[in-house]
């Protein structure tokens, strides 16, 4: 199994400052045969279900904010916030799917406000 | 509305079996994957297993961790699946999810982009 490791576990913003957190995985995400790089993220809000974020390193999904971007390649990778808003709480997971459909979660990291 | 619903969690004692459901509305159901993950109290996510969609085969797989005690099954006409949990543990204690995906490539759009709110299995005696 890939591991993912996230840090860090909790991040303390005040809102409109910027945040960044961390995602490293035990093995490249990057598939050679095909040249992309399998790096999802998630944001789980308290009480709720996991929303897509970020797909393929970098690539926003529909709805999010452009304040809300990801970056990184082969085994590290980030998830930047420009300016934290008070709805951005709760945990961001980096989840691979390299090894598709074996998906891996990292253990989160919890966004909460100052 | 788009969306999935879980249902039929419950409290139920170790060695005993039960079933969730997922249900769709507002999705072409028969065109998606359906994979189910859980969350234990206080934990991350976990994935256990996926059953694809019955133009490719319905094939199934499943987790380490559930694989020989789970079974996903699914019935396009009522756009629901199933997760058929037997001989259950403590350990299986979580709230449990289904979420949709492609099966169509490219395969950088096999992302889980709609999950239901989750139904909760507590297992114990």
């Known amino acids: 199994d890939i591991v993912m490791t996230q840090t860090p576990l909790s991040l303390p913003v005040t809102p409109g400052e910027p945040a960044s957190m961390s995602c490293r995985s035990s093995?490249?995400?990057?598939?050679?045969?095909?040249?992309?790089?399998?790096l999802d993220w998630y944001l789980q809000r308290p009480g709720q279900s996991p929303q897509l974020l970020i797909y393929?390193?970098?690539s926003r999904a529909s709805g999010v904010p452009n304040r809300f971007s990801g970056s990184g390649s082969g085994t590290d990778f980030t998830l930047k916030i420009s300016r934290v808003e008070a709805e951005d709480v709760g945990v961001y997971y980096c989840?691979?799917?390299?090894?598709?459909?074996?998906?891996?979660f990292g253990q989160g990291t919890r966004l909460e406000i100052k | 509305e788009v969306q999935l619903v879980e249902s039929g969690g419950d409290l139920v004692e170790p060695g005993r079996p039960l079933r969730l459901s997922c249900r769709a509305s507002?999705?072409?159901?028969?065109?998606?994957?359906i994979s189910w993950f859980r969350q234990a109290p206080g934990k991350g996510l976990e994935w256990i297993g996926i059953?694809?969609?019955?133009?490719?085969?319905?094939?199934?797989d499943y987790a380490a961790s559930v694989h020989g005690r789970f079974s996903i099954s699914r019935d396009d006409s009522r756009s629901v699946a199933y997760l058929q949990m037997n001989s259950l543990k403590s350990e299986d204690t979580a709230v449990y999810f289904c979420?949709?995906?492609?099966?169509?490539?490219?395969?950088?759009?096999?992302?889980?982009?709609?999950w239901g709110r989750g139904s909760r299995v507590i297992v114990s005696a």
């Open positions: 059953i694809r969609s019955n133009i490719y085969g319905g094939t199934t």
């Open positions: 507002g999705i072409p159901f028969r065109d998606y994957v």
């Open positions: 093995q490249s995400l990057l598939n050679s045969d095909d040249g992309n790089t399998y």
């Open positions: 989840m691979q799917r390299r090894e598709y459909p074996f998906v891996t």
């Open positions: 979420a949709k995906g492609r099966n169509r490539r490219p395969t950088s759009t096999w992302y889980f982009d709609l």
């Open positions: 393929m390193v970098s």
